[in-house]
């Protein structure tokens, strides 16, 4: 997926992604090293894709859901 921006100041949150990173305890600096190195996978839109990255020290990986076409981030989640 060689077409998807991976500069992460490429991307900026909705107003849902934002609260859900927040209330998900999830840290800007982790969204952005997602976006930077996080394996790339197809998501459930066209546009979008599934950004996915473990980190030393988390139970769990954290997933980013953007818009690859206008560098909206959709969503930003812990990943089973």
Not at 2 to 26: C, L, M, N, W
Request: aromatic share 8%; hydrophobic share 30%; glycine share 8%.
């Amino acid at each position: 997926m060689s077409d998807v921006p991976r500069e992460p100041e490429f991307y900026h949150p909705t107003t849902h992604a934002g609260q859900q990173r927040k209330d998900r305890g999830i840290e800007w600096v982790q969204v952005s090293k997602t976006l930077a190195d996080g394996r790339v996978k197809t998501s459930h839109k066209k546009c979008c894709r599934l950004f996915i990255r473990e980190f030393e020290g988390l139970d769990k990986p954290v997933g980013v859901v953007a818009d690859v076409t206008n560098g909206e981030i959709v969503t930003v989640e812990w990943r089973k």
